[in-house]
Nanobody, 122 residues
Framework: VQLVESGGGSMQAGGSLRLSCAVS?????VAWFRQVSGKAREGVAS?????????YRSDSLKGRFTISRDSVKNTVDLEMYGLEPGDTAMYYC???????????????????WGQGTQVTVS
């Protein structure tokens, strides 16, 4: 399984970006993480397959970010609105390495990672 992110870039505060993760193969859970240099990586949002259960790290992110999947294109996208300087980070796509999960992405083992795409908000 390979994951390839795209869509990062520089944006002014208040703007929008759409990140896309191309997933080769079927995965029961795909998530977006982000990492600021020198800080721990943190989860942003996840989506399960086939049900499509979504999870967001916080209500604040849930109100500004939307995770979705395109079963035809086999991509998982993260749409980000109302970007803030605090959203500046390297964004990574990750996929669950194992089999079916019972409750959305709960217990997922994110063993497959993309190379990351940088998002900079000024």
């Amino acid at each position: 399984v390979q994951l390839v992110e795209s869509g990062g870039g520089s944006m002014q505060a208040g703007g929008s970006l759409r990140l896309s993760c191309a997933v080769s193969g079927y995965r029961h859970c795909v998530a977006w993480f982000r990492q600021v240099s020198g800080k721990a990586r943190e989860g942003v949002a996840s989506i399960s397959s086939p049900v499509g259960t979504t999870y967001y790290r916080s209500d604040s992110l849930k109100g500004r970010f939307t995770i979705s999947r395109d079963s035809v294109k086999n991509t998982v996208d993260l749409e980000m609105y109302g970007l803030e300087p605090g959203d500046t980070a390297m964004y990574y796509c990750a996929a669950h390495s194992g089999g079916p999960l019972w409750l959305g992405c709960a217990g997922a083992d994110f063993g497959v990672w993309g190379q990351g795409t940088q998002v900079t908000v000024s």
